[in-house]
């Protein structure tokens, strides 16, 4: 072999000698590719083995409303564990908790209300007070979303825990109180229930039409006990209101009142008027007005003086007679606004 044939030889050697080593090379670091796109190769070079201890079901409900960025929206669906709810109820009133939250030096939580009810001691461990606020529990309030606690009487909104109570108290399935003012009655509903509930169990007459006349007759008009005489129910423009009529002391003087309420919320209440008449030998008073909605206490619509008021004499003298008994008529009419 010619020295020139040896030298191209031992080229050729090598260079499959270094093609052979950059093979290796290469192979090497496709594994290593592959291995980095991999979420398991990925999981093994970046975590070590660790075993999380199970959470309870209230904890994990947390973690969710707490992190969850989807529950900044409003569904229907939010629940929130019993026990977080309990957490949130002060142990005085029962009542839901809301900044400031107090708390004692072993963790026990109070409302603000309460506080000074309770001289600035615990009443779960009997520990001073102090001034310390539970700002962890007032975070995690922040961030839950409850629903509507009328949810039963068609609500279906969510509402963060901040802003639900200012909603419940605007909220228009609110239910109503019984207009019924004859005794502290405590039933509450809709207006489909309450309609019923008078009926029934008050025994309230009840009207169809938008006109009447009513005679109310009293033997001794000289005693007056603050107690309503009559309520009657009428029921026209597919809406039903309550019509009073009572006895009450004003100042020093005994008057008489008749006013209407609406049986529905007040934006729906101005849409109509009413007028009141009553009268005797050749006189007569007339009252117009707007009927006030149920959602206004009787006595505070009796105490504004917002309908017919007359005197006793006035009354009297409307009865004729030796004016020993009470004898008024009072007509009158609702009509629907355009």
């Known amino acids: 072999m010619g020295l020139s044939n040896w030298l191209a030889s031992s080229k050729r050697k090598k260079t499959r000698s270094k093609g052979g080593k950059c093979d290796l090379e290469s192979k090497q670091q496709a594994i290593l590719v592959m291995a980095s796109g991999n979420t398991y190769f990925d999981d093994m070079r970046s975590k070590s083995e660790v075993i999380d201890p199970p959470q309870s ?27 977080v709810r309990e957490l949130l109820e002060c142990p005085v009133c029962l009542n839901a908790m809301y900044p400031p939250i107090h708390q004692c030096s072993n963790g026990h939580t109070l409302c603000s209300g309460c506080k000074p009810r309770v001289h600035n001691r615990c009443p779960t461990c009997r520990h001073e007070l102090g001034n310390i606020r539970c700002l962890a529990l007032e975070k995690v309030a922040a961030s839950l979303e409850l629903p509507c606690k009328y949810q039963s009487f068609g609500c279906l ?8 109570l200012k909603h419940e108290s605007q909220c228009v399935y609110r239910p109503y109180n019984c207009p019924y003012a004859g005794s502290e009655c405590t039933v509450i509903g809709d207006i489909p229930y309450l309609v019923a509930h008078l009926k029934d169990d008050h025994k309230v007459d009840m009207h169809n039409g938008s006109t009447f006349n009513h005679r109310y007759v009293k033997s001794n008009p000289h005693e007056v006990e603050n107690a309503t005489w009559m309520l009657t129910v009428f029921s026209c423009f597919g809406q039903y209101f309550c019509l009073h009529f009572e006895a009450f002391q004003l100042g020093m003087a005994p008057v008489y009142i008749a006013f209407l309420r609406f049986m529905g919320d007040d934006n729906e209440a101005k849409n109509y008027s009413y007028s009141l008449e009553v009268g005797g030998t050749g006189r007569k008073m007339i009252w117009q007005g707007v009927p006030r909605s149920i959602r206004d206490s009787h006595r505070k619509v009796r105490d504004s003086f917002d309908g017919l008021i007359i ?17 008024l008529r009072v007509t009158g009419r609702i009509w629907k606004e355009q």
């Open 311 to 327: 005197q006793r004499n006035m009354a009297l003298f409307f009865s004729g007679g030796d004016r020993k008994e009470l004898k």
């Open 57 to 83: 079901e209230d904890m994990m409900e947390v973690s969710e409303h707490v992190n969850d960025p989807a529950q900044t929206t409003l569904k229907p669906n939010v629940t929130v564990s019993s026990s």
């Open 157 to 164: 909104g969510i509402y963060p825990y901040y802003s639900k």
